[in-house]
T-cell receptor, first 117, second 113 residues
Framework: DAGVIQSPRHEVTEMGQEVTLRCKLISGHNSLFWYRQTMMRGLELLIYFNNNVPIDDSGMPEDRFSAKMPNASFSTLKIQPSEPRDSAVYFC???????????????FGPGTRLTVL | AQSVTQLGSHVSVSEGALVLLRCNYSSSVPPYLFWYVQYPNQGLQLLLK??????LVKGINGFEAEFKKSETSFHLTKPSAHMSDAAEYFC???????????FGAGTILRVKS
């Protein structure tokens, strides 16, 4: 089985440019999580979806960040405009969870290393 | 609210020695606890999880962790360190449905030959 797939693996862009990160969930999973990892702040949950619906976006830093799930297996995280302080590794994770049958382990993708110059 | 504290940002052990990585949690509900490992330039990989069944949890690569409610701890151990264990280890706590994982700051394990 393929794991969580993220693209691109590396992104270098200039301040002010739009950046789009992509994530494909593991087949059959219904929850999707976006995390950001930095030296200063560690691993932070940005937003998560359940059955394509955003459930909690309280970790999204500001309006420059947006995330979507156009279908059950795919998600994008967009930063517009990007700033140097957005430089980080962005991870996507997926899991399968229902009210009555939970499997709370999350499976992580390899991450996208974003550098904003 | 849930939180995790990992004691020691860096731990160094000799090959063959006991590995002990410490994790204490705070949770207002019965916790689900996890240990993840991250190798350089890779994503996080689940080592083991505690979900209110057995308090001693065995994971991959010879690691295990013991849930101690009285001490609010979930320390990770391995009897004999291997060079390939060198990585960063994260303890995490989630709510019952795994909807939000809160991670500790991580512990970098160095294994000396």
């Amino acid at each position: 089985d393929a794991g969580v797939i993220q693209s691109p693996r590396h992104e270098v862009t200039e301040m002010g440019q739009e950046v789009t990160l992509r994530c494909k969930l593991i087949s059959g999973h219904n929850s999707l999580f976006w995390y950001r990892q930095t030296m200063m702040r560690g691993l932070e949950l940005l937003i998560y979806f359940n059955n394509n619906v955003p459930i909690d976006d309280s970790g999204m830093p500001e309006d420059r960040f947006s995330a979507k799930m156009p279908n059950a297996s795919f998600s994008t995280l967009k930063i517009q405009p990007s700033e140097p302080r957005d430089s980080a590794v962005y991870f996507c994770a997926s899991s399968y969870a229902t009210i009555t049958m939970t499997r709370p382990e999350q499976f992580f993708g390899p991450g996208t290393r974003l550098t904003v110059l | 609210a849930q939180s995790v504290t990992q004691l020691g940002s860096h731990v160094s052990v000799s090959e063959g020695a006991l590995v002990l990585l410490r994790c204490n949690y705070s949770s207002s509900v019965p916790p689900y606890l996890f240990w993840y490992v991250q190798y350089p330039n890779q994503g996080l990989q689940l080592l083991l999880k505690y979900t209110s069944a057995a308090t001693l949890v065995k994971g991959i690569n010879g690691f295990e962790a013991e849930f101690k409610k009285s001490e609010t701890s979930f320390h990770l151990t391995k009897p004999s360190a291997h060079m390939s264990d060198a990585a960063e280890y994260f303890c995490a706590v989630s709510d019952r449905y795994g909807n939000k994982l809160v991670f500790g700051a991580g512990t970098i394990l160095r294994v000396k030959s």
